[in-house]
């Protein structure tokens, strides 16, 4: 099970907003909406941010939004803060009964 | 507050064996599903293994054959046992919690250990 595809880096100025995306095939994003987002501050335990393509866990900032087209999900963070540096990483059930974690994108906030 | 423990990790030699445990706080433990997730220096996130409630295991096509995922629930521990190691399994293991969900697949990990370090070297 190959990873899935998201951009090696991102970045953004204050205030901004950013989209980063995360691509896979009709056997793991495109085939089921179990598509999650992690924020990942180095030398701290991963947080989940989103799940289900588009919800939100209680604690998560109404900043992030996740959408999804065909085999493509999207993580979306409005009003960009130095506090979102972080490295993010999309997730995805597949077919073959197992998860797949996108490469991860690391976000810079200028 | 919910606390997850990872602890077992250490330097072990190619082809050797090794048993991570991780020990929960403040959930009911057998009414969890339970996965490893893991990350080698400088790499990205890999899921490894996955329990259910049911004692079903899944795994990772990595690491099939040579890794077993089991939990104690009257301990409320998780387990992974990991034998043939290979210098690619070396990465920081976690033990992850599987977020409420109706649909058993629905795969996503709210609650996150610190992780345990596992280094495969000669």
């Known amino acids: 099970q190959s990873a899935l595809t998201q951009p090696a880096s991102v970045s953004g100025s204050p205030g901004q907003s950013i989209t980063i995306s995360c691509t896979g095939t009709s056997s793991d994003v495109g085939g089921y909406n179990y598509v999650a987002w992690y924020q990942h501050h180095p030398g701290r335990a991963p947080k989940l941010i989103i799940y289900d393509v588009t919800k939100r866990p209680s604690g998560a900032s109404n900043r992030f939004s996740g959408s999804k087209s065909g085999n493509t999900a999207s993580l979306t963070i409005s009003g960009l803060q130095a506090e979102d540096e972080a490295d993010y990483y999309c997730?995805?059930?597949?077919?073959?009964?197992?998860?797949?974690f996108g490469g991860g994108t690391k976000l810079t906030v200028l | 507050e919910v606390q997850l423990v990872e602890s077992g990790g250490g330097l072990v030699q190619p082809g050797g064996s090794l048993r991570l445990s991780c020990a929960t706080s403040?959930?009911?433990?057998?009414?969890?599903?339970m996965h490893w997730v893991r990350q080698g220096t400088g790499k990205g996130l890999e899921w490894v293994a996955a329990?259910?409630?049911?004692?079903?295991?899944y795994y990772s096509g990595s690491v099939k054959g040579r890794f077993t995922i089991s939990r104690e629930n009257a301990e409320s521990s998780l387990y992974l046992q990991m034998n043939s190691l290979r210098a690619e399994d070396t990465a920081v293991y976690y033990c992850v919690t599987e977020g409420r969900s109706s649909n058993w697949n629905d795969w996503f990990f709210d609650v996150w250990g610190r992780g345990t370090l596992v280094t495969v070297s000669s």
């Open positions: 997730s995805s059930y597949t077919s073959s009964v197992t998860l797949v």
């Open positions: 329990i259910g409630t049911v004692h079903d295991t």
């Open positions: 403040g959930i009911s433990f057998s009414t969890y599903d």
